[in-house]
Each structure stands twice: as C-alpha cells, then as structure tokens.
C-alpha cells in the first residue's frame, strides 16, 4: 500500500531533480558561489574520505534526514478535525520532504566542493522557505493549489536575482525570510496561542543562528569552542532546530474554515 506521505515526497523529488537538471545545463555559471575548504573554519581530516574530510560538517546532515522521516510519520494535531483534501497532512509532507531531502543535498556539497552541488544547495534553500509561506496562507484562504505551486515557481525565480550580483541569492533569501517572518506573525496574530507564540519565537531565534553562526564561521574559530565544532555546524544545528520548530507552529494552529472552501 501507497505510504500517505509518498505523494508529497514524489513530488518534492522530482522537483528537486529538476533544479539539478537545470544546473547542469551552466544556466547559472555567472553566479558567485563560494566553493572550496578554505571556506569552512573545521579543519578537513586527510586520512578520511571526502565525504567525512570535514566530520561534524558533513554528518550534521543526519539531522536533516532523521528530522523528515520524523515529521513525514508524524500526524498533524490537524489530522484530529478531517480535512476532505488531507490538506495539513500534504503541506507537513512535503514540508518534511524538503527537510530529507536537503540534508544529501548539503552533504554532497561539503563532500564534492564542486560547483554545481554549491548552487543546487543555494537554489532549493530558497522553497524550503516559501513554503511556510504556502501553509500561512492554507490557513487563511484554504486549499489553493495551483496558489501554492505558482509562490514555489516564483520562489525559484527568484533565485534568478543571482545572476543579477554577486549577493543575489543573499537578497533572495533574506526576501524570503522576511516574508516568512511576516505571514508567520500575520497567523499568531489571528489563530495563535501562547503555545504557538513560544514557537514562533523559539523558531525565529533558530533562524538567527542559523544565519549569524555560517556568517561568522571562520571569526568564531579563533575561539577555542569553536575550532572544531564551528559556526557553520552550529549553524546547521539551529537550521534543523527552525524547521522543528517551524512545523511545530505551523501544525499548532487551526485552519480557517471557509464556506467556499473545496
């Protein structure tokens, strides 16, 4: 029998194949990507395969994949009130998806250094937080699919603002947050609780750290602390700690119910 996530997380593969199809074509070989070892604080281990060179870099990427499978088994407090579409569940799955899926798209790129794997990991960086959004808007507007495919499309589009300056992808990204932010605070403020407010805030300070620690990765080295398990894996911590997070307030709060909904 068909597992009930396997259509989210089909969906979110071939999605994910594409991205990595179009970066093979050299569409985005104008696109300033930091590739290479000097760009990490750990120190890689030579007598380790590549994919380990760098350890705590590289297998933080677990996290990402224990935390999918997580919330891909995990029923939805929505799940409680039956929804004709399994709209909350569908939105977690592919929500989860995205999280399995990032963690061997990061971990090809600590392992490989190579340039393609650097920009497929900026692009899809950016629809993982589109789709918060997405749910946001599930639960003021109710199921509107091709609402919540025509944000993801123009989400990756943006990722187009890269071949426009070398920050580009920075000031896609920190659109993309922002927004985030803004709808996450528009849902708190029409259908929260306190439950949710704690993790609203618990999953914007994630997101601080996970920005400001890879920003500050190689100064924090010259802190004993943080010689081997740098700001860049700290970092990677906190970016698993706001996608829990995220889904925990996000599957907290209650749907409106829309007469017209379908």
Not at 228 to 241: E, M, Y
Request: charged share 10%.
């Amino acid at each position: 029998m068909k597992p009930e996530w396997g259509p989210a997380l089909a969906h979110v593969t071939l999605a994910t194949s594409l991205c990595a199809a179009v970066v093979s074509t050299g569409i985005f070989d104008g696109v300033a990507v930091q590739v290479g070892l000097q760009h990490y604080a750990e120190q890689p281990l030579a007598h380790l395969p590549a994919f380990l060179a760098m350890p705590f870099n590289s297998l933080v990427n677990v996290a990402y994949m224990l935390l999918g499978c997580y919330w891909l088994w995990r029923k939805p407090p929505t799940a409680r009130h039956p929804d004709p579409k399994a709209a909350p569940r569908y939105l977690q799955h592919v929500f989860a998806s995205m999280a399995l899926l990032y963690g061997p798209v990061q971990w090809v790129r600590i392992g490989t250094q190579a340039r393609a794997a650097a920009l497929l990991d900026q692009w899809v960086t950016l629809p993982i937080f589109a789709w918060p959004v997405a749910w946001c808007l599930y639960l003021d507007r109710g199921w509107r699919p091709w609402c919540f495919l025509g944000l993801e499309c123009l989400s990756l589009c943006s990722y187009g603002l890269a071949l426009l300056h070398p920050q580009g992808f920075e000031l896609a990204l920190g659109g993309h947050i922002a927004v985030a932010v803004g709808q996450a605070l528009r849902a708190q403020g029409h259908r929260g609780s306190s439950t949710s407010a704690t993790y609203l805030v618990l999953a914007v300070l994630s997101c601080l750290g996970f920005v400001g620690l890879k920003l500050a990765d190689q100064e924090l080295a010259h802190w004993a602390p943080f010689r081997r398990l740098t700001g860049h894996f700290w970092s990677k911590v906190c970016d698993v700690l706001q996608f829990h997070f995220a889904f925990l307030f996000l599957s907290t709060l209650s749907p409106q119910r829309l007469a017209h909904q379908d």
